[in-house]
């Protein structure tokens, strides 16, 4: 059976938690977005964000993780741009690349701890 996603076919192949965490994209040198994380998985996420960015861009976000704690930063690649329209929150949803073992234990561990918060 094929779980669908705002009227169109599900292509997650990980569970997603609900979160609010406040992050950054990194854009390129000097080209920084505040943003907000609304959803997030061990593959990636939909970040609330009002700044159309292509669908194929390559980026960095960097998810806030505390005050004693430095940011949580990874590589990822815009694969979707969502609209207000579609009944959701403006924002794009982004696929983490190039994620080492020690970024997959840091990506559960945060994931874990905001699920719900």
């Known amino acids: 059976m094929t779980r669908e996603h705002h009227g169109r076919p599900e292509r997650r ?3 997603r938690a609900l979160v609010n ?6 854009l390129g040198p000097g080209a ?3 943003a907000q994380t ?9 970040i609330r964000t009002t700044r159309p960015i292509a669908v194929g861009s390559a980026l960095q976000i ?4 505390g005050p004693q704690q430095n940011p949580l930063v990874l590589s990822a690649e815009v694969v979707r741009v969502g609209t207000a329209r579609e009944g959701r929150a403006g924002g794009i949803g982004l696929r983490f690349v190039a994620l ?11 994931i874990d701890r905001h699920h719900g918060a």
Not at 21 to 26: F, T
Not at 38 to 46: E, I, K, N, P, Q
């Open 13 to 15: 192949t990980r569970p």
């Open 21 to 26: 965490l406040d992050s950054e994209l990194r």
């Open 32 to 34: 920084v977005l505040r």
């Open 38 to 46: 609304l959803d997030l998985s061990s593959g990636g996420a939909f």
């Open 62 to 65: 960097a998810f806030h993780r």
């Open 100 to 110: 080492s073992p020690l970024d997959e234990g840091l990506l559960r561990g945060l």
